[in-house]
């Protein structure tokens, strides 16, 4: 049905969440700041983690140590990334076969760029071309502004024509929209489907091999 898939990565193809909550917690403990569940930090994931540290530091970026606290989030996420990080089963076996049909594959994250490109080496290196995170580049919008989607098909080189968006949050879907592409959203992420409803998502899928 689609030739060119782009997919979100945390909650989508990568189960992250005890490793940024980890790291979330380490920042804060160093910073005398009081650490969050695993809870809390599953609704503080999808915009970045800039704001993940936003909504886990009290007041926020007006904290006097945030920006501390957050370069040293940075810091430690680029070493434990991979603690407990792993693919979503069937996640690896739905990629290899679209990819053996021919399809195009691409990553689009808020996650920090290099952080985004190391896991998709890592985990995919045979199936997803393209991965691009947090863009630092000027005029380049984090999602769910489209640029960095349409960043992804320039180098794949590909039409939008025949591509879709694949996520598991309402910034996903709200990215799939300005993208001007359908979207599909996966209900093993880190969004409920109650949730992915009320913020305007039409089509779900409960199993990767679903997306084949």
């Keep these: 049905m689609y030739n060119t898939y782009i997919f979100d990565l945390d909650g989508t193809l990568l ?3 005890t490793d940024l909550a980890a790291s979330c917690n380490y920042a804060l403990r160093q910073h005398g700041m009081p650490e969050h569940s ?5 609704r503080f994931v999808g915009n970045g983690v800039r704001l993940l540290m936003e909504r886990a530091v009290p ?16 810091e430690h996420y ?22 053996a049909r021919g399809c195009r594959l691409a990553v689009v994250s808020n996650k920090m760029m290099p952080a985004t490109v190391e896991l998709c080496r890592h985990f995919f290196p045979d199936t997803i071309e393209v991965a691009i995170g947090e863009h630092e580049a000027e005029g380049i919008r984090k999602k769910p502004a489209p640029d960095t989607v349409f960043a992804a098909l320039k180098q794949l080189g590909v039409e939008k024509d025949g591509a879709v968006y694949v996520g598991d949050s309402d910034v996903d879907i709200q990215t799939a929209a300005n993208a001007g592409m359908p979207c599909i959203s996966v209900l093993w992420g880190f969004r409920d489907r109650e949730f992915l409803i009320q913020h305007g998502a039409k089509t779900f899928v409960s199993a990767p091999s679903e997306l084949l």
Excluded: N
């Design 15 to 17: 189960d992250t969440l």
């Design 78 to 99: 680029m070493h434990h990334s991979q603690d407990t990080t792993c693919p979503y089963s069937g996640i690896p076996e739905m990629l290899t076969t679209l990819k």
């Design 38 to 42: 695993i809870e809390d930090v599953r």
């Design 59 to 74: 007041g926020g970026a007006s904290h006097p140590d945030f920006e501390a606290t957050f370069a040293t989030f940075r």
